[in-house]
């Protein structure tokens, strides 16, 4: 009877010793995750017209209405832009 109390015990020591080091792993990779996010953006498209053709060197502007800042770029070549 000691000897199957021992195999009882046994896998929920394991168990216990497995959440911990899960534990142990998230708490120290959370922090990394967090670093990876950064508060800035951007925003890109192509300009093209209603049948799919690229207009090259169109004004893009983009305006925040709470700030007012507005950010202007040209479209390239291909039609593309990005705005910072």
Known sequence: MTFMNCRQTYPRKADAELKRLLCLVV??????????????????????????????GAKVTAKNDATGLVRDTVAGADGAYVLA
């Open 27 to 56: 708490v120290l990779l959370v922090p990394a995750l967090t670093l990876a996010q950064s508060y800035r953006g951007s925003i890109r498209g192509k300009v093209v017209d209603p049948s799919g053709g690229l207009i090259v």
